[in-house]
């Protein structure tokens, strides 16, 4: 399973973003794909979850009514909508696929990451 994550950036407060990660290399149907975020310093935390089979989604706290994350099948790809964006939504984005929503640990298959800074 290869997932590359693209799409992170500059941008100032207030503005939006879209992360997108594209799928590769296995059957994702079960998976469920989650975007991740770790800020220098910090762990690397939970943003977002969905699943390919019917399309759930969960949200960390902070970044409800803000991010929306998405899939599209046909492409393999899993998209994250970020606005209103804040100087503390700054880190790096990590896109993962696994069996689980919340923990880390429930994820095996991870991106590269991309970077995403916040900042007037």
């Known amino acids: 399973v290869l997932l590359q994550a693209y799409g992170g950036g500059l941008v100032q407060p207030g503005g939006f973003l879209r992360l997108s990660c594209a799928a590769s290399g296995g059957t994702f149907s079960r998976y469920f794909m989650g975007w991740f975020r770790q800020a220098p310093g910090k762990e690397r935390e939970f943003v977002a979850t969905?699943?390919?089979?019917?399309?759930?989604?969960y949200y960390a706290d902070s970044v409800k009514g803000r991010f929306t994350i998405s899939r599209d099948n046909a492409k393999n790809t899993v998209y994250l909508q970020m606005n209103s964006l804040k100087p503390e939504d700054t880190a790096v984005y990590y896109c993962?696929?696994?069996?689980?929503?919340?923990?880390?640990?429930?994820?095996?298959?991870w991106g590269q990451g991309t970077q995403v800074t916040v900042s007037s």
């Open positions: 993962a696929a696994g069996v689980g929503v919340y923990d880390t640990r429930n994820y095996g298959y």
């Open positions: 969905i699943t390919w089979r019917d399309g759930s989604t």
